[in-house]
């Protein structure tokens, strides 16, 4: 393996590694996440923004904007059920 595609992958699990499909239970809207430690997590979203997002981002882009309650607690709930790992 070359230093490019080994460091290819390295860049691919660090951004992918430790994801899952979760679905928003307020919207349905699916992103990838992920937990690196209780108090981080990464958020990928798939397409657009939900409406709620959208609604507090007021026109600035959606990633300014923290979070959404609804889709925190959809994935506390995957970890709580082991559909996500913090890793």
Excluded: F, Y
């Excluded at 992920?34 to 108090?39: I, L, V, Y």
């Excluded at 923004?49 to 904007?65: F, M, Q, S």
Aim: hydrophobic share 35%.
């Amino acid at each position: 393996m070359t230093k490019s595609n080994a460091a290819d992958g390295e860049r691919r699990d660090h951004l992918e590694g430790g994801l899952a499909d979760i679905g928003c239970d307020g919207c349905g809207i699916g992103v990838r996440a992920g937990k690196r430690s209780a108090m981080q997590t990464s958020v990928q979203w798939r397409g657009h923004a939900c409406e709620l997002i959208a609604e507090v981002a007021g026109g600035r882009p959606t990633a300014l904007v923290p979070t959404c309650p609804q889709l925190r607690e959809s994935i506390d709930r995957a970890i709580r059920e082991g559909r996500l790992e913090v890793s």
